[in-house]
């Protein structure tokens, strides 16, 4: 396709989308929460993470949810969750993984999203119980929403394949699509350079033909399991991805994730009672919580449909990973993660400015490097040097805030460790 003819196609999907979410009178925005790693989570733990997820503008969680057979602690922290958003007007909705769940559990999951239907902590949109899953594209839905009877679902799922959604909503009865496409990639799990771009956006978008589509945002994405030992390329992304949302103005955002430390794109706090899947040894210490105050005037944006954010404290946010690229551990078994040859060594430094100002980095024994940055959100990007790393933010020759970050990057390591260390001033 001619480049023009490409831009005419894209504009027109943009253009019904734009008018289909103009109808529906609400954008929420949801965070994808792994109920798999919280088994003794109490009532006062959920209460602690919706209110860190409401102080952004977060509206509920997609609970994340293997069936009872595989962990047992399910239905309880199922319960657990919708008792607390009920106490703090939070919302819930169950997303079904299907690495756990399959076809033939019709029943099970039909008793599930029963349960919570009508709770006044579930989830709503298109004025249906909002529910949806992790993979799972060929579930019948219609066998679900027949025994169910009166009570209306909106089954937004996540669907792999763009190109089959037109096939497969009457057949398996969904309303709509949530991609797990958040970070820069060619399909599945191949790594593909950065930076992310919406052109899986624009097919989900154009496949479903003006029903609602739910954009993913992704921070990050490091993973060094025996199983899955790859990065993918999203350095700037907590920025780029968040404008693009604002870009498109999709129906529905679901923030991929909430709590994954498995994955390194989690945007929580440190969950103390979470139970560890054997991520703690890059994720303990690399905290993420910054990445939540360059969120919340996107998701303020976002709401409304405003082209970009509106800052109203002076801030910055950096983030970095702790060796270079190239560094080679000397004692892991695994050895170094797919894709990290595709990455630069840079720090990340967003500034949130109220006024213009001058921001200087200075990364190791790399020499100090001072930019100016306009009002508003912007991103910048440093040289890598190693050992400290100072901030500083100047305004009218006078330093407003900044100082010296907690970790240091060194040249060498004994395992691998691809997470972003995560600061503010």
């Not at 103009?22 to 989570?41: D, L, N, R």
């Not at 860190?52 to 057979?69: E, K, M, T």
């Not at 958040?182 to 593909?192: C, Q, Y």
């Not at 702790?322 to 797919?338: E, F, K, M, Q, V």
Request: aromatic share 12%.
């Amino acid at each position: 396709m001619r480049l023009a003819g490409l831009l005419a196609t894209v504009s027109v999907i943009l253009s019904n989308t734009l008018g289909f979410v103009a109808a529906q009178g609400s954008k929420p925005v949801f965070a994808h929460f792994m109920v798999g790693i919280v088994e003794k989570f109490t009532v006062q733990d959920w209460l602690n993470e919706i209110q860190q997820a409401q102080a952004i503008g977060i509206d509920g969680f997609a609970l994340n949810c293997a069936p009872p057979w595989v962990d047992s602690y399910t239905p309880k922290q199922l319960d657990n969750a919708y008792t607390a958003a009920q106490q703090l007007n939070f919302k819930m909705f169950i997303s079904f993984d299907f690495a756990y769940w399959s076809n033939g559990d019709t029943g099970n999951i039909t008793s599930f999203v029963g349960k919570y239907a009508a709770h006044p902590a579930q989830a709503k949109f298109n004025g249906g119980a909002l529910v949806s899953t992790f993979v799972g594209d060929s579930f019948n839905w219609n066998a679900v929403k027949s025994a169910l009877g009166s009570q209306k679902l909106t089954v937004i799922p996540n669907m792999q394949d763009p190109a089959s959604l037109g096939s497969v909503s009457t057949q398996f009865g969904i309303d709509g699509a949530f991609s797990w496409y958040a970070w820069p990639t060619d399909g599945g799990n191949s790594v593909i350079e950065g930076p992310m771009t919406t052109v899986w956006d624009q097919r989900y978008i154009q496949g479903l033909g003006g029903r609602p589509y739910m954009a993913p945002v992704s921070p990050w994405f490091s993973t060094h399991f025996n199983t899955k030992n790859w990065v993918f390329i999203c350095e700037e992304q907590p920025v780029r991805r968040w404008q693009q949302i604002l870009d498109m103005k999709p129906a529905l955002v679901e923030i991929i994730t909430w709590n994954d430390f498995g994955e390194s794109h989690y945007i929580s706090g440190s969950e103390p009672n979470h139970s560890d899947d054997g991520s703690s040894q890059w994720a303990n210490g690399f905290p993420h919580d910054g990445w939540r105050d360059i969120y919340r005037p996107y998701i303020a944006a976002y709401k409304a449909g405003a082209s970009s954010p509106t800052v109203n404290t002076d801030e910055i946010v950096y983030w970095y990973r702790p060796t270079p690229h190239a560094a080679r551990c000397s004692n892991d078994p695994l050895g170094i993660p797919r894709g990290a040859e595709l990455m630069d060594d840079l720090v990340f430094v967003s500034t949130l400015l109220t006024q213009p100002a001058q921001l200087t980095v200075t990364s190791g024994n790399v020499a100090p490097v001072t930019v100016n940055a306009d009002a508003g959100v912007h991103v910048f990007n440093f040289t890598m040097g190693i050992g400290k790393q100072s901030f500083s933010v100047s305004r009218g020759g006078r330093q407003i805030l900044g100082g010296q970050s907690a970790k240091d990057t060194v040249s060498s390591c004994q395992t691998y460790n691809f997470n972003a260390y995560v600061g503010k001033f």
